[in-house]
């Protein structure tokens, strides 16, 4: 059965950093591309980052480039996402996904398995 878990959200200052997690069951992270997705309250989902198995490539949206990093663990079957220099704008539900194909996408639509998400609120 496929399954992503996320966790890692929390409440953290402007400036702090968060690690979040995303353990996959079921299938191999190394195969496919993996994405994170956040949405805030009235706004879209909106493709965060994205790791492909082909040459490691990786996506970042404009907003968290240099700020966010992305990484894959094998062993652990897990996908990071590390969040720096946070910001109250990054203040959303975090969702790790899967489209079981090795192409990123930033689209939501692109993509069929999805976590439950996690909730990082960036709040002073």
């Known amino acids: 059965q496929v399954q992503l878990v996320e966790s890692g959200g929390h409440l953290v200052q402007p400036g702090g950093s968060l690690r979040l997690s995303c353990a996959a069951s079921g299938f191999t992270v190394d195969y496919y591309a993996i994405g994170w997705f956040r949405q805030a309250p009235g706004k879209e989902r909106e493709g965060v980052s994205c790791?492909?198995?082909?040459?490691?490539?990786?996506y970042y949206v404009d907003s968290v480039k240099d700020r966010f990093t992305i990484s894959r663990d094998v062993a652990k079957n897990t996908v990071f996402l590390q969040m720096n220099s946070l910001k109250p704008e990054d203040t959303a539900v975090y969702y790790c996904?899967?489209?079981?194909?090795?192409?990123?996408?930033?689209?939501?639509?692109?993509?069929?398995?999805w976590g439950q998400g996690t909730q990082v609120t960036v709040s002073s």
């Open positions: 790791i492909s198995r082909a040459a490691g490539s990786v």
């Open positions: 996904a899967t489209n079981f194909l090795d192409i990123c996408s930033s689209r939501s639509g692109d993509f069929g398995s």
